[in-house]
């Protein structure tokens, strides 16, 4: 198991730590598995400093995908004109 720590700001940080949001997306420059535990530590954007709050959660689920394999459920058009959209399923 292993331990990631990443920045999270502010209007994200209360979100995940009282339990409401329960995803994220993030680029994908580093290896995240199930098990691992991802430490998030809030930044605040406006003083550019880590507020020193931080919440640990366990990654219950990782898919890692490029934008080209999006491609093949959307053209790349509607992808630019609408986003992609991740939702959270109870």
Same mark, same amino acid.
């Given at each position: 198991?292993?331990?990631?720590?990443?920045?999270?700001?502010?209007?994200?940080?209360?979100?995940?730590?009282?339990?409401?949001?329960?995803?994220?997306?993030?680029?994908?420059?580093?290896?995240?598995?199930?098990?691992?535990?991802?430490?998030?530590?809030? !930044?605040?954007?406006?003083?550019?400093?880590?507020?020193? +709050?931080?919440?640990?959660?366990?990654?219950?689920?990782? +898919?890692?995908?490029?934008?080209?394999?999006?491609?093949?459920? !959307?053209?790349?058009?509607?992808?630019?004109?609408?986003?992609?959209?991740?939702?959270?399923?109870?």
């Amino acid at each position: 198991m292993a331990q990631i720590v990443k920045k999270i700001l502010t209007e994200h940080f209360d979100l995940v730590a009282n339990g409401k949001k329960r995803y994220e997306l993030r680029l994908g420059d580093f290896i995240a598995n199930e098990g691992d535990e991802l430490v998030l530590q809030e !930044w605040d954007s406006k003083s550019g400093s880590y507020t020193g +709050r931080a919440v640990t959660k366990k990654i219950n689920f990782v +898919r890692k995908f490029s934008l080209e394999e999006l491609y093949q459920f !959307w053209p790349k058009k509607e992808i630019e004109q609408y986003g992609i959209q991740i939702l959270q399923l109870d």
